[in-house]
């Protein structure tokens, strides 16, 4: 008994049952979103619309879904993931971009994250792209991230890429009276973002998760821009799955949305005629879906907890821990 005692609260590890000493390591599904990126701002008396946010990087490993595909970016759903025992795992839930004033640059989405400290390895998302900016002192081009900014008019200004296997591109409008001023949706989880005018962000991505299909990870439309166009023109929605809309092109009322909170969706563009900080992206979320037998009710950071059939599902919104 003494030399077992000496082995403290691992001696476990000393007879075969795993790194934790709990036990060997279990299947869990997840679904990790990043936040969404904001809409490009403009100042007053701008030259053209501003693109839509793309929305944030979207990796899961569970279900099925129609189309292109379960997970970010058109791919097929990723390989479970193993917890530990007595393994503690951090969860960073990664805030939507936020939209700035003119000069500065909007931001894009920041990434979200599971990290283990015995059996897994960090698994990130990339938060997604700020919509571009154009003709000004200091432009801002589209920015690449989980999916991508929606870009400016102009025939070699694409939008920003998205990741592999994450999220789609941005979209860009060709630059031609009376449409070319109008700036392109931001790419969504399951769709790139739309180069007709207006320009609707890219959709985002059905799971089925916690019991129930809920699509996220939407992009923003692209702002409207009123110069050339009547000012009663429409932004482009916002894609499926929380993507904010873009400005319409009214000039004193810009009117672009943010994307929704714990979807990743990227927030609408301005609409290039009054001055404006562009829309915020929505925030992500992290969900962890294990077997009931296996959830030790051990978490921090306040989760959502539900079942659905023999699994617990815990939705978190905010940065936490759960222990395997």
Known sequence: MPIIGSFGAGSGRGFGLGAGGLGPPYEVDFLVIAGGGAGGNSASGSSTARGGGGAGGYRTSFGTASGSGPSGGGSSAESTILFQPGEIITVTVGSGGAGASWPSFVNTGEDSTLTGDTQLSTLTSVGGGAGANLFQTSPQPPVDGGSGGGGFAGASNSGGSGTANQGFDGGSVPYSNPNGYNCGGGGGAGAAGQNTSPSAGGNGVASSI??????????????A?????????????GGAGGGGNGSNGAPASPNETPGSANTGGGGGGANGVAASNGASGGSGVVIIRMPTANYSGETTGSPTVTTDGTDTILTFTGTGTITG
């Open 225 to 237: 821009y009123a110069r050339y166009t009547p000012a009663s023109t429409s932004g482009g929605a």
């Open 210 to 223: 916690t019991g129930s299909a809920v699509t996220r990870g939407g992009g923003g439309g692209g702002g």
